[in-house]
Structures are given as structure tokens and as C-alpha cells.
């Protein structure tokens, strides 16, 4: 059974002789625990090294820009969850990491992150592995962003703007753009992703097409946008969909 309560000034654990006083209609009642409840709190650090104890933390918020969460043991902390939270606005990575050798996620991983302020993770300690049920972290470059979620999908948005100087040949009543860019993903894919684009242009219409080979890293790609006038600006946009663990 579980029971929520929310001081988080008082922690500690109901033992099955406890009883709490419920009134119904005016008139008090009892209510037989027949297991011990634990009471979860909110903690909060600013310390470049964390380590969770076992002492009743349910919800961990860092509130520094870059600093090491150590997770505590799967064999003290099983069949729990806990959330950690960036809520720091400066920049920097949270490293979210394991106790001895236990592993995070299917993929066996040693650490995650969290990069941005709001991100977080809520993990779930099972037998084996601590498992993402919820959460999302974002990574920005200077061309877009890359949006991690617990299930391990991850999309990745690019947005390239350009005008008539990048404007390279005419191809009857049409002009061939390319739009010279840094073509890194903010983070990195386990495998090589999805990738589709289109384009937009201030004063008339835009296609977009590729040439090239996407990497789990960058999408490689020369972009191209064949436009109907060789003035105004134009945009092409990116988008990258694959998995950021396996």
C-alpha cells in the first residue's frame, strides 16, 4: 500500500503497528497500516558531488550547473523510484551516476545527463537495472536542439537560414541554394537516424533535397533548396528521429 504525504520537513517510516486517525463524517476512524510506509521528501543540493542516501529522498533537485549525482545501490533501493531535476539555469551537465556496477537502462549505461534547467529523470530501481519511467532532457547547438525521453527515442531539430548570397547556380527559372552549415546533432544517436527536411522562402516557394550520408553524429548532409527567386531569405529545416539509447 502506499501513502503520500507532503511535509517535507517530517520524514520517516510508519511501522505496521502505526495507526492514522481518518475522520469520515465528523466521526474519527482508524486506519491499520499493515506495512511500513515510507514518507518521501524533497531535497535540494548546490554541491559539485551528491550521493542519495537512504533516508527517505524522494525527489532530488540540483540546483548548480554542473555537478555528479551518485545513485545508491540497486540492492538498498529496489522496487523505489526516485527523480532527479535540474533546475539550475547555468550551464553545465548534471551526471547522473551508478553505485559499484550497477547499470542504467537496458543499455547498460554507467551515467546519464541532464543539460538543461527543467530536465529531469524519474528512475525506477528494478532487480537488475535502474529503468527510465519518465522524463526528458534537451541539448541545444547553435542550429537546434536534440530531445532525449525515457523510452530512448530521440529527435533532433536543425533550422538553417540563408538569403541570395548563398545562391551557387540557376537552373532555368529556378536557383540552386545551398546553405553552408555546421552540421553536428547537439547530441549524439546509437544508430544512424531518420533524417527529412523542408524548406521555406520569404517571397515564394522552396524545396528542399540532400546530398550526402547522415552519421549518428552529424547528418552530413549538403542541404539544398532550389527556390523560385534568388533574392529574400529562405529557411531549411532538418529534422533527425532515432534513438539515443538502444
Same mark, same amino acid.
Given at each position: 500500500? =502506499?501513502?503520500? #504525504?507532503?511535509?517535507?520537513?517530517?520524514?520517516?517510516?510508519?511501522?505496521?503497528?502505526?495507526?492514522?486517525?481518518?475522520?469520515?463524517?465528523?466521526? +474519527? /476512524?482508524?486506519?491499520?497500516?499493515?506495512?511500513?510506509?515510507?514518507? /518521501? /521528501?524533497?531535497? !535540494? &543540493?548546490?554541491?559539485? &558531488?551528491?550521493?542519495?542516501?537512504?533516508?527517505?529522498?524522494?525527489?532530488?533537485?540540483?540546483?548548480?550547473?554542473? $555537478?555528479?549525482?551518485?545513485?545508491?545501490?540497486?540492492?538498498?533501493?529496489? =522496487?523505489?523510484?526516485?527523480?532527479?531535476?535540474?533546475?539550475?539555469?547555468?550551464?553545465? !551537465?548534471?551526471?547522473?551516476?551508478?553505485?559499484?556496477?550497477?547499470?542504467? &537502462?537496458? *543499455?547498460?549505461?554507467?551515467?546519464?545527463?541532464?543539460?538543461?534547467?527543467?530536465? #529531469?529523470?524519474?528512475?525506477?530501481?528494478? @532487480?537488475?537495472?535502474?529503468?527510465?519511467?519518465?522524463?526528458?532532457?534537451?541539448?541545444?547547438?547553435?542550429?537546434?536542439?536534440?530531445?532525449?525521453?525515457?523510452?530512448? /527515442?530521440?529527435?533532433?531539430?536543425?533550422?538553417?537560414?540563408?538569403?541570395?548570397?548563398?545562391?551557387? @547556380?540557376?537552373?532555368?527559372?529556378?536557383?540552386?541554394? !545551398?546553405? +553552408?552549415?555546421?552540421?553536428?546533432?547537439?547530441?549524439?544517436?546509437?544508430?544512424? +537516424?531518420?533524417?527529412?527536411?523542408?524548406? @521555406?522562402?520569404?517571397?515564394?516557394?522552396?524545396?528542399?533535397?540532400?546530398? =550526402?550520408?547522415?552519421?549518428?553524429?552529424?547528418?552530413?548532409?549538403? +542541404?539544398? $533548396?532550389?527556390?523560385?527567386?534568388? @533574392?529574400?531569405?529562405?529557411?531549411?529545416?532538418?529534422? *533527425?528521429?532515432?534513438?539515443?539509447?538502444?
Amino acid at each position: 500500500m =502506499g501513502l503520500k #504525504y507532503t511535509d517535507a520537513t517530517n520524514v520517516g517510516t510508519l511501522t505496521g503497528a502505526e495507526r492514522w486517525g481518518v475522520s469520515q463524517g465528523g466521526s +474519527p /476512524k482508524g486506519l491499520d497500516l499493515d506495512e511500513a510506509v515510507t514518507w /518521501k /521528501k524533497t531535497a !535540494t &543540493t548546490t554541491a559539485a &558531488t551528491y550521493t542519495i542516501a537512504d533516508n527517505g529522498i524522494g525527489v532530488l533537485e540540483v540546483n548548480v550547473g554542473t $555537478c555528479t549525482v551518485t545513485l545508491p545501490s540497486l540492492a538498498t533501493w529496489g =522496487g523505489r523510484s526516485i527523480i532527479i531535476r535540474k533546475i539550475s539555469s547555468t550551464a553545465g !551537465t548534471v551526471t547522473i551516476a551508478r553505485a559499484g556496477s550497477d547499470v542504467i &537502462t537496458r *543499455a547498460d549505461s554507467t551515467s546519464i545527463t541532464l543539460t538543461s534547467e527543467g530536465d #529531469y529523470w524519474e528512475l525506477f530501481a528494478g @532487480s537488475t537495472i535502474w529503468d527510465l519511467s519518465a522524463g526528458v532532457e534537451i541539448i541545444t547547438n547553435a542550429a537546434g536542439e536534440s530531445i532525449k525521453t525515457a523510452n530512448g /527515442k530521440m529527435v533532433t531539430s536543425l533550422i538553417y537560414t540563408g538569403s541570395a548570397a548563398f545562391v551557387t @547556380s540557376t537552373l532555368g527559372g529556378f536557383y540552386n541554394a !545551398t546553405i +553552408p552549415a555546421d552540421r553536428t546533432y547537439p547530441a549524439t544517436f546509437t544508430a544512424i +537516424p531518420s533524417v527529412s527536411g523542408t524548406a @521555406s522562402h520569404a517571397a515564394s516557394w522552396a524545396f528542399a533535397g540532400f546530398v =550526402g550520408s547522415p552519421s549518428t553524429t552529424n547528418h552530413g548532409l549538403t +542541404p539544398i $533548396c532550389l527556390i523560385s527567386s534568388a @533574392s529574400g531569405a529562405y529557411r531549411l529545416y532538418v529534422t *533527425a528521429t532515432g534513438r539515443w539509447y538502444a
